[in-house]
């Protein structure tokens, strides 16, 4: 099993950053993906971002990409998101994933909050 906790969610006025964490510990694996996706109240779970063992990101479009940086430690087994220029609309419960050979592991979600 992999344990997967979140941190560095909050609130935030609209403009401002944060920077979210995500360690992963208990029966950990080299060489998987970490990422994140977030569910907006009514909303369905998007995919936010995702890196790979070797540091290779994607994003959920142009917009994301900009403001949104996904970056990993290896040797602590965490990922981070750092979160810039934030939107109200970017106010959701963020998720951090880990695909590993026996399947999709989550985290409890952190509540990020942006105010107008």
């Known amino acids: 099993q992999v344990q997967l906790v979140e941190s560095g969610g909050g609130l935030v006025q609209a403009g401002g950053s944060l920077r979210l964490s995500c360690a992963a510990s208990?029966?950990?694996?080299?060489?998987?993906?970490m990422g994140w996706f977030r569910q907006a109240p009514g909303k369905e779970r998007e995919f936010v971002a995702a890196i790979t063992w070797y540091g290779d990101s994607t994003y959920n479009g142009d917009s994301l990409k900009g403001r949104f940086t996904i970056a990993r430690d290896t040797a602590s087994y965490t990922v981070y998101l750092q979160m810039n220029s934030l939107k109200p609309e970017d106010t959701a419960v963020y998720y951090c994933?880990?695909?590993?050979?026996?399947?999709?592991?989550w985290g409890q979600g952190t509540q990020v909050t942006v105010s107008s």
């Open positions: 994933y880990a695909d590993l050979s026996s399947g999709r592991y």
């Open positions: 208990g029966r950990t694996f080299i060489r998987y993906t």
